[in-house]
């Protein structure tokens, strides 16, 4: 017996994502007025993410400043000492 594939059966895993955020969005909106707590959700995930770009960038400033620390010369270098 030959199955025939559905619409849902032929969509990427992407796709099976995106139709089912977007339907739990509008059944949350439908069900509960969530609109002011998805700008409320959007505005802590975007502060989330500014948090961890910032501490990139403090990992990154730190590997910078070692590298700039290991380039400059040694306060102990050799100097030279003429022997009469």
Known sequence: ??????KADEMRWEEHLRV?????????????????GL?????HGRAALKEMLLAWRGLIDGAITHIDEAEKPSAQRATKIAIE
């Not at 017996?1 to 559905?6: L, N, Q, S, Y």
């Not at 700008?39 to 505005?43: C, G, N, V, Y």
């Open 1 to 6: 017996m030959a199955e025939e594939k559905t």
């Open 20 to 36: 089912g955020l977007h339907g739990l969005r509008d059944e949350l909106r439908e069900e509960f007025g969530m609109r002011a």
């Open 39 to 43: 700008q409320d959700f959007r505005h």
